[in-house]
Every structure is written in structure tokens, then in C-alpha cells.
């Protein structure tokens, strides 16, 4: 039996008898195309109760991000402050919604740094549950990371401090990373970007554009709705997809104009196109690439990738951005595919003339794998049924769970079944545990991590504290190394799917590395590097 069949099978028939009733008919409704009116492409939220599209503005000129106030008057350093606060806004058809919000933004405040700058942000917490700022793909020091080990306690505040060292310009952000409650955080609006600078940046001339992708939920009352069963299991899309707040905005650019491009979605894939032009890829999460990679017509970035990109047009051209459909093989969904259109563009052609070398990327000497990573989806057990035997499917260690994991879930959502699922995603066939080690590796060694996806659905990988390079993919016996090198710090596998990489973390100290679908983080999909 495929596996995708028998998690078809087992898992509806195991989960279906626990949950209760109505949580399922809301998520299955639509199956057979009954809400394409209502969420182009997301077929399998809870669609009876929802916001209609037509009832949030559109078509409104793009609002630049607003950008964190620097209170340094020193050069090489800079001085910010953060709150996290909730915040009724009207988004939808008149009705208030309450968003959780850094200074009262959607998305949070931009915050612009350079190479070598010293980093002092105090950040406070005006919420009514723990939370953390983590500094995306940033190199910062463990205890500054703000990992699930270091909350912020509702009414307290905490001050983050960090140097960054040469060479780490790039397009990173910031969002929560409590335990068990990133997803449920991010999905009420709590997250912002980060752009560091070099003054050696080969394209400092050119004038920039920055798209924060992020997608919102909302009901017919204007409420964020909580999770619901297929959300846990594939992860939550909001029916409102939004570049920098707002839907579907009229973006003017040009050739000449370097786009950054940010998925700070919790699970929704990006693959984005423009129709009648190219895309001429410069950066990925860490950075600018060697050369100027060859035009394409999409690029796909999971939950959590940055992009630069350039536009390529042979003429002045009036089209859209567009998120194409990508089969990320959902649990128990059948997606209808559709195309959604983020904004409307219009371009000027420019002529412009790129450098050659963009930085220099040192090659990674070779070396045999230290690690093997294994996100892997076990089957939960159902007394009613018994276990079938199937490749990948394996007993349930409930040893692994930990007094930790007993919490994960939203205050007050727990449902029938939930227990099961907190057991069900896993590395290394372990669910997270705050208090256990899973792997360790010496300071400033290159490292070589075999990650292998042996589930039947994507899952994005992110390691925290260091930028990581992609040496080689490889399905079945089919192994390719990677067309170009980039430093990232997420990367996507898809099903099957084995990637070889390798990083230096050069700072000591304890590090997660996850599935950047927040929900599956959230069940336990993550685990912890001590560098010694």
C-alpha cells in the first residue's frame, strides 16, 4: 500500500473517530469545489463561517513597511524597542478584529542593520501568554535567539543584545517562538522583517522594492478562528493572503528596482510568477549568490524562504504577481489547483547591466555525513482499529513525550484526538522534549547533515544560529548535487526526499532545528543541537 493511501485510510479513520463531528464537517467542506467563491485554493479550512474575499478592500497603492525607529546617535550601533500588544483593527466588511501586533503593526516595523552593527532591542510584553522574538537566520548568540527555553512572561520585558559579524548581510525576520504557541501567535499577526546591509553590496545603487507574504483567517464575525483538525495535521492557510498587509495592492516598479521577497506565512507555499516576464534570482535567505542565476518564470519559496530578485521585461508591462499552485500532498486533501493573485503590477522597462560576481562563496571542503535528520509522520494508534504494518509507519513511543508537550495546544482548544497528534510528527522518530539533547557538535566545525523527509507530505527545514549551504539532493537513487551555491538557513524537502548540507555554528550554546510549518513545530516536529 502507498503510503499516502494508508494515511489516507488509517489516519482519517483513527482521527475521524476521535474529533468531534462538527470540526470536521468544517474542514472537509468545500472538498468538491462548494467554497471556490469564497477561498481560491483553500478548499479544506473551515469554510462555513468565513469571511468572504469581497469583504476586505483591495486594489489600494502599495504602503511601503514601516521601518524601526534607530535611538542611537552612535554609528555601528543600534538601538530599537519592540512591544507586542493586542490591537482591534477593521480589515473586513466593518467588523473589528484583534490582532496581536509588534508596536501596533501588520506586519511588524522593518528593522535596517549593517554588518558589524551592535544590536540593542528592548522588547516588552503586553500579552496575556508567554512569548519570545527569534531573530531569523540571524548569528546570534543562543541565550539572545529567543528560543522556547527563554520566554517573556506576559507584563515583563527583556532586552536583546547581539553583534553581527562581517559577512551576514542578507533578508531575514523576526517572529514568536514560544512553546507551542508560534503558530497561534503568527496567525494573529505577530511578525516582522529584517534587512542587514553591507557597504561592499554590489547592488547598493539600485533602488529596492520589499514584499512581506504573509496570509490571515478571519470569520464572518471579523475573529481570527482557532485551529482546526486538517490545520493541525497540514498546517494553517488563512483565506486572506497579503503583501505587506494588504490584499491584492497596485505595486508600481521597474526592471531596475532589486525585490526583496518574504514567506512569513505559517504554512502556505509561494510559487511565484509573473505573468510575461522573468525572474532573475539574486539572493536567497542569506544573502546575494555568486552570479545572477539564469531567468526563470517562478520561484518557489516554502514557509520561512527569503528572495532577491530583479524583474525581467522587454517592454513596459501591466500583469499581476501570482502564487501558482504547488502540491505540497496535504493529508487527507484533495486541492483544487488554483492560481492566486497576490497584487497588480505595473512595470517600467529599464535597462540595466548587473555585475558579473556578485560575493564570493567559498566551496565547502568535503567530508562525510556527522548527522542523519529524519522528519517522519507516525501513524496514531486507535484502540478501535488495529495498526496495519507499512513503510514508515512505526509504534508510537509515548516515552518520548515529555510534561512539555502536554501544553502545546491553545488554552481551551484542546479537542478529542489532539493527544494522538501531539505524537505524530517527529525527528529522529522522537517528539520534542525541552529537556533532552538530540544531537551535538563542536564549535566552528563544519558539520554535514544528511535530512531526510521520509513522510508523504514538504516539510520545510530551519536550523537556528547559522546559515547553511545545500550541497546535493537526492530521491530513490537519484542523487543531484545543488546547480549553485547560497547560504540559507530554511530549506524545503519534499516527499522522500534526502538533502546534504553543511554549516558551522561558530557560537556555542543550545539551537533548534524544526519544520518550519508552524503547526508542526508546535506538535513536536522540532529538536535540539547543543554546540560545545
Same mark, same amino acid.
Given at each position: 500500500?502507498?503510503?499516502?493511501?494508508?494515511?489516507?485510510?488509517?489516519?482519517?479513520?483513527?482521527?475521524?473517530?476521535?474529533?468531534?463531528?462538527?470540526?470536521?464537517?468544517?474542514?472537509?467542506?468545500?472538498?468538491?469545489?462548494?467554497?471556490?467563491?469564497?477561498?481560491?485554493?483553500?478548499?479544506?479550512?473551515?469554510?462555513?463561517?468565513?469571511?468572504?474575499?469581497?469583504?476586505?478592500?483591495?486594489?489600494?497603492?502599495?504602503?511601503?513597511?514601516?521601518?524601526?525607529?534607530?535611538?542611537?546617535?552612535?554609528?555601528?550601533?543600534?538601538?530599537?524597542?519592540?512591544?507586542?500588544?493586542?490591537?482591534?483593527?477593521?480589515?473586513?466588511?466593518?467588523?473589528?478584529?484583534?490582532?496581536?501586533?509588534?508596536?501596533?503593526?501588520?506586519?511588524?516595523?522593518?528593522?535596517?542593520?549593517?554588518?558589524?552593527?551592535?544590536?540593542?532591542?528592548?522588547?516588552?510584553?503586553?500579552?496575556?501568554?508567554?512569548?519570545?522574538?527569534?531573530?531569523?537566520?540571524?548569528?546570534?548568540?543562543?541565550?539572545?535567539?529567543?528560543?522556547?527555553?527563554?520566554?517573556?512572561?506576559?507584563?515583563?520585558?527583556?532586552?536583546?543584545?547581539?553583534?553581527?559579524?562581517?559577512?551576514?548581510?542578507?533578508?531575514?525576520?523576526?517572529?514568536? /517562538?514560544?512553546? #507551542?504557541?508560534?503558530?497561534? +501567535? $503568527?496567525?494573529?499577526?505577530? %511578525?516582522?522583517?529584517?534587512? !542587514? =546591509?553591507?557597504?561592499?553590496?554590489?547592488?547598493?545603487?539600485?533602488?529596492?522594492?520589499?514584499?512581506?507574504?504573509?496570509?490571515?483567517?478571519?470569520?464572518?464575525?471579523?475573529?481570527?478562528?482557532?485551529?482546526?483538525?486538517?490545520?493541525?495535521?497540514?498546517?494553517?492557510?488563512?483565506?486572506?493572503?497579503?503583501?505587506?498587509?494588504?490584499?491584492?495592492?497596485?505595486?508600481?516598479?521597474?526592471?531596475?528596482?532589486?525585490?526583496?521577497?518574504?514567506?512569513?506565512?505559517?504554512?502556505?507555499?509561494?510559487?511565484? /510568477?509573473?505573468? #510575461?516576464?522573468?525572474?532573475? +534570482? $539574486?539572493?536567497?535567505?542569506? %544573502?546575494?549568490?555568486?552570479? !545572477? =542565476?539564469?531567468?526563470?518564470?517562478?520561484?518557489?519559496?516554502?514557509?520561512?524562504?527569503?528572495?532577491?530578485?530583479?524583474?525581467?521585461?522587454?517592454?513596459?508591462?501591466?500583469?499581476?504577481?501570482?502564487?501558482?499552485?504547488?502540491?505540497?500532498?496535504?493529508?487527507?486533501?484533495?486541492?483544487?489547483?488554483?492560481?492566486?493573485?497576490?497584487?497588480?503590477?505595473?512595470?517600467?522597462?529599464?535597462?540595466?547591466?548587473?555585475?558579473?560576481?556578485?560575493?564570493?562563496?567559498?566551496?565547502?571542503?568535503?567530508?562525510?555525513?556527522?548527522?542523519?535528520?529524519?522528519?517522519?509522520? $507516525?501513524?496514531?494508534?486507535?484502540?478501535?482499529?488495529?495498526?496495519?504494518?507499512?513503510?514508515?509507519?512505526?509504534?508510537?513511543?509515548?516515552?518520548?513525550?515529555?510534561?512539555?508537550?502536554?501544553?502545546?495546544?491553545?488554552?481551551?482548544?484542546?479537542?478529542?484526538?489532539?493527544?494522538?497528534?501531539?505524537?505524530?510528527?517527529?525527528?529522529?522518530?522522537?517528539?520534542?522534549?525541552?529537556?533532552?539533547?538530540?544531537?551535538?557538535?563542536?564549535?566552528?566545525?563544519?558539520?554535514?547533515?544528511?535530512?531526510?523527509?521520509?513522510?508523504?507530505?514538504?516539510?520545510?527545514?530551519?536550523?537556528?544560529?547559522?546559515?547553511?549551504?545545500?550541497?546535493?539532493?537526492?530521491?530513490?537513487?537519484?542523487?543531484?548535487?545543488?546547480?549553485?551555491?547560497?547560504?540559507?538557513?530554511?530549506?524545503?524537502?519534499?516527499?522522500?526526499?534526502?538533502?546534504?548540507?553543511?554549516?558551522?555554528?561558530?557560537?556555542?550554546?543550545?539551537?533548534?532545528?524544526?519544520?518550519?510549518?508552524?503547526?508542526?513545530?508546535?506538535?513536536?516536529?522540532?529538536?535540539?543541537?547543543?554546540?560545545?
Amino acid at each position: 500500500m502507498k503510503r499516502r493511501d494508508f494515511f489516507k485510510l488509517t489516519m482519517g479513520a483513527s482521527l475521524l473517530s476521535s474529533l468531534p463531528l462538527r470540526v470536521w464537517a468544517q474542514g472537509m467542506m468545500g472538498r468538491h469545489g462548494s467554497m471556490s467563491e469564497t477561498m481560491p485554493g483553500h478548499n479544506m479550512m473551515a469554510g462555513q463561517g468565513l469571511m468572504t474575499l469581497k469583504k476586505m478592500p483591495a486594489g489600494q497603492a502599495l504602503q511601503t513597511l514601516p521601518v524601526l525607529k534607530n535611538s542611537s546617535q552612535q554609528k555601528g550601533q543600534f538601538q530599537g524597542k519592540i512591544t507586542a500588544s493586542t490591537h482591534q483593527r477593521v480589515l473586513a466588511d466593518g467588523k473589528s478584529t484583534e490582532l496581536w501586533l509588534y508596536n501596533g503593526q501588520a506586519p511588524g516595523p522593518l528593522i535596517e542593520l549593517y554588518e558589524g552593527d551592535q544590536v540593542e532591542i528592548e522588547f516588552k510584553n503586553q500579552l496575556d501568554q508567554a512569548t519570545t522574538i527569534h531573530w531569523h537566520g540571524l548569528p546570534v548568540p543562543s541565550d539572545q535567539d529567543g528560543n522556547p527555553h527563554d520566554p517573556v512572561l506576559p507584563g515583563q520585558s527583556r532586552y536583546y543584545r547581539f553583534t553581527l559579524p562581517e559577512g551576514c548581510a542578507g533578508t531575514y525576520w523576526y517572529h514568536p /517562538h514560544p512553546h #507551542g504557541k508560534s503558530g497561534e +501567535q $503568527v496567525a494573529h499577526g505577530l %511578525g516582522g522583517t529584517i534587512i !542587514v =546591509r553591507s557597504p561592499q553590496d554590489p547592488l547598493k545603487q539600485y533602488t529596492e522594492q520589499h514584499w512581506a507574504i504573509s496570509d490571515l483567517r478571519l470569520d464572518i464575525n471579523g475573529r481570527i478562528p482557532a485551529n482546526t483538525g486538517p490545520d493541525w495535521m497540514n498546517g494553517r492557510e488563512g483565506q486572506f493572503v497579503l503583501l505587506n498587509g494588504q490584499r491584492e495592492p497596485h505595486i508600481q516598479t521597474s526592471t531596475g528596482e532589486r525585490i526583496r521577497v518574504w514567506n512569513s506565512c505559517s504554512a502556505r507555499y509561494l510559487n511565484l /510568477h509573473i505573468p #510575461g516576464a522573468r525572474l532573475l +534570482q $539574486v539572493g536567497t535567505d542569506g %544573502g546575494l549568490l555568486e552570479q !545572477v =542565476r539564469p531567468a526563470v518564470t517562478s520561484i518557489l519559496l516554502a514557509p520561512a524562504e527569503r528572495v532577491e530578485f530583479f524583474i525581467q521585461a522587454d517592454k513596459d508591462l501591466s500583469t499581476t504577481l501570482q502564487a501558482l499552485y504547488y502540491d505540497r500532498q496535504k493529508m487527507m486533501v484533495q486541492d483544487s489547483p488554483e492560481t492566486l493573485t497576490l497584487a497588480a503590477l505595473k512595470i517600467r522597462h529599464q535597462d540595466i547591466d548587473l555585475p558579473e560576481q556578485l560575493r564570493a562563496i567559498p566551496a565547502i571542503p568535503a567530508g562525510s555525513s556527522t548527522a542523519k535528520v529524519v522528519f517522519s509522520e $507516525v501513524m496514531p494508534i486507535s484502540h478501535d482499529m488495529p495498526m496495519p504494518s507499512a513503510q514508515g509507519a512505526s509504534s508510537t513511543d509515548s516515552s518520548s513525550m515529555s510534561q512539555h508537550d502536554m501544553g502545546a495546544m491553545n488554552d481551551g482548544q484542546t479537542m478529542p484526538g489532539m493527544a494522538a497528534m501531539r505524537t505524530m510528527f517527529r525527528i529522529n522518530n522522537k517528539v520534542y522534549d525541552m529537556d533532552r539533547i538530540d544531537l551535538r557538535c563542536p564549535t566552528g566545525e563544519w558539520q554535514y547533515w544528511d535530512v531526510i523527509n521520509d513522510s508523504h507530505m514538504d516539510h520545510p527545514f530551519h536550523l537556528h544560529g547559522t546559515q547553511f549551504q545545500v550541497l546535493a539532493r537526492q530521491t530513490g537513487m537519484r542523487s543531484q548535487p545543488e546547480p549553485f551555491r547560497a547560504w540559507r538557513d530554511t530549506v524545503n524537502l519534499r516527499p522522500n526526499e534526502t538533502v546534504r548540507l553543511a554549516f558551522r555554528q561558530e557560537l556555542p550554546g543550545l539551537r533548534m532545528f524544526h519544520c518550519h510549518i508552524l503547526e508542526h513545530e508546535d506538535l513536536g516536529m522540532m529538536a535540539q543541537l547543543m554546540v560545545e
